[in-house]
């Protein structure tokens, strides 16, 4: 006979309606100890730094996989990747993790899908004329940039097959942010190492032959490798975290549900009137958020685009120095791209948090996971930057055996680390300026910190003091330390209590959100 009371008893699912009356939000209040917050930050940002680390794994396969194939095709994806990384930014959602973040502390559980409906109405227009500029990297690479023909065709066939996952990296990106706004974190960070290995396993049969060589295709299919992994990735997202587990159900009610994306994303925007009864749904959900979406988005964007745009102008600069300048410049970008993946998933853990609780109307916990975020990120950039000026002779000879080349190095090494502390924290800051929905000041000051700070000052050291490398780190280090100080003071003149008292207001649910 079986033992009693050895078997816990089974719990039955809980009902939709009922789980949409219940947060974890509640475990966090202002009277929370700061072990209790570290440890909910940190239970968001380890997934998400998963999740980035596997993603860069992922673009690392693809240049090492394609650096086997040969030089030119090598070659021709670096030029693919910069033509189309100039448009693909604009397909980035900085703010719609704030919003979401912000309607869940507030309970208001449908806005939260609202949001991601939104969110796809409007990067859904954006996205076809990004896809068509993919297209075309062929004819301008050769004829307005006046590439090799063979090379260019290459980067234009890379380009192309690319731009067919984008859709699905547009809806995963959109699902994860919609998940992680929640503290579902499962979506992102269990699927990316899948993908990462799923890329490394087929990118070695067909690519490289590997283990065997009668199904090598080569170049041809590594850009179909990575495209049909995306659209796998969103398949097992939709299979098992929303048809199996139902985690989106909480925050996607019955409501919601009538949403057509034919109807509501690309028709609705054309042909609804205020009167129009077919498109009912978009008048009522869509279209009174629209606008607000888009004055918050488009800022957010073009200061990101800035970003990027200012970074290649400076690396053209750079690439006017020998080569071993451009090897260490190259390096010690690297070494700054490992600092940014730890501070960006750290940041975003920040603002998932701090969305939450301006939601919930509580200004005090956001005053902690404000001063909590800056604590950190403070002491964790003073102790990396300090490490690699003392070892910089060791994290050099990571990347290069030359003794020269090592030299430079260490004669630029506190330069450099300018340039990584500030720019690292200035990426803080920047993302704390959107959990404020302060886009249109993050806009201005990227605006002047980047072409009316860095720019400059990197051309004034440059051809006033000499075409070294020190000056161009000396440049954009200054830059982005004046890019730090006009993100920093606008976020700490703002009054969180008043800032959580308004994101309450605006977010709190006008009637039960049940079924």
């Known amino acids: 006979m079986a033992a009693v009371g050895l078997v816990p008893p089974k719990v039955a699912p809980m009902a939709p309606a009922l789980a949409r009356q219940q947060s974890v939000i509640n475990d966090l209040t202002a009277s929370s100890s700061h072990w209790q917050i570290y440890s909910s930050i940190f239970y968001l940002f380890v997934p998400t730094f998963v999740a980035r680390l596997a993603w860069i794994g992922m673009k690392t396969t ?6 086997h194939s ?8 670096s030029l693919s990747d910069f033509w189309t990384s100039m448009s693909g930014v604009f397909i980035g959602d900085n703010v719609l993790g704030a919003l979401m973040g912000q309607a869940y502390g507030a309970k208001n559980y449908d806005m939260v899908g609202r949001w991601f409906q939104i969110s796809m109405t409007l990067f859904s227009w954006v996205l076809i004329p990004v896809m068509l500029l ?22 234009g066939y890379y380009a192309t097959v690319s731009a067919l996952c984008l859709p699905a990296k547009l809806v995963n990106g959109k ?17 990316t190492p899948v993908a990462l290995i799923l890329n490394l396993v087929f990118g070695l049969q067909f690519v490289l032959g590997i283990p065997y060589a009668g199904l090598k295709v080569g170049f041809w299919a590594c850009p179909w490798v990575t495209t049909l992994v995306e659209w796998f990735l969103l398949l097992v997202i939709s299979v ?42 978009y008048n009522q959900n869509i279209r009174p958020k629209l606008w607000e979406f888009i004055k918050l988005t488009v800022p ?49 853990a920040c603002v998932t948090q701090l969305g939450i ?25 003073v102790a990396t930057v300090s490490a690699s000026v003392v070892y910089i002779e060791a994290l050099a000879s990571i990347f290069t055996n030359d003794p020269e080349v090592i030299a430079l190095f260490k004669e630029c090494r506190f330069a450099m680390a300018l340039m990584i502390f500030f720019m690292c924290f200035s990426v803080h800051f920047e993302s704390l300026l ?14 002047i910190g980047s072409w009316g700070g860095q720019v400059p000052g990197v051309l004034i050291l440059f051809y006033l003091y000499g075409p070294s490398l020190q000056n161009v780190y000396l440049g954009i280090g200054g830059g982005y330390a004046l890019l730090m100080i006009l993100y920093m003071v606008p976020f700490l003149q703002a009054d969180l209590h008043e800032a959580a008292g308004k994101a309450y207001a605006e977010n709190a649910a006008s009637k039960p959100l049940t079924a």
Not at 70 to 77: P, Y
Request: charged fraction near 15%.
């Open 434 to 447: 959107v959990a404020l929905k302060k886009t249109d000041t993050l806009f201005k000051a990227a605006l």
């Open 70 to 77: 040969g030089t030119v095709f090598l070659t021709a994806s």
């Open 134 to 155: 993919w297209c075309a990297t062929s004819p301008v690479l050769h004829y307005g940039l006046g590439y090799a023909e063979d090379v260019a065709s290459y980067a």
């Open 357 to 381: 609780a301006l939601g919930t109307g509580d200004g005090g916990l956001s005053l902690k996971i404000r001063d909590l975020g800056i604590g950190t990120v403070l002491v964790f950039l």
């Open 175 to 191: 699902l994860s942010t919609f998940f992680t706004s929640q503290k579902i974190t499962g979506p992102s960070s269990k699927t």
């Open 62 to 67: 693809d240049t090492a996989l394609l650096g």
């Open 240 to 281: 098992v975290w929303v048809g199996y587990y139902r985690s989106h159900e909480q925050c996607y009610g019955p409501k919601l549900h009538e949403w057509n994306f034919l109807r509501d994303v690309f028709l609705a925007p054309l042909f609804a009137t205020a009167e129009s009864e077919r498109f009912a749904y």
């Open 300 to 348: 957010a964007t073009l200061a990101m685009a800035s970003d990027f745009w200012r970074m290649s102008a400076i690396g053209l600069l750079a690439g006017t120095l020998g080569d071993k300048e451009v090897a260490v410049f190259n390096a010690s970008y690297r070494i700054a791209w490992m600092n940014l993946v730890i501070i960006g998933a750290f940041s975003s």
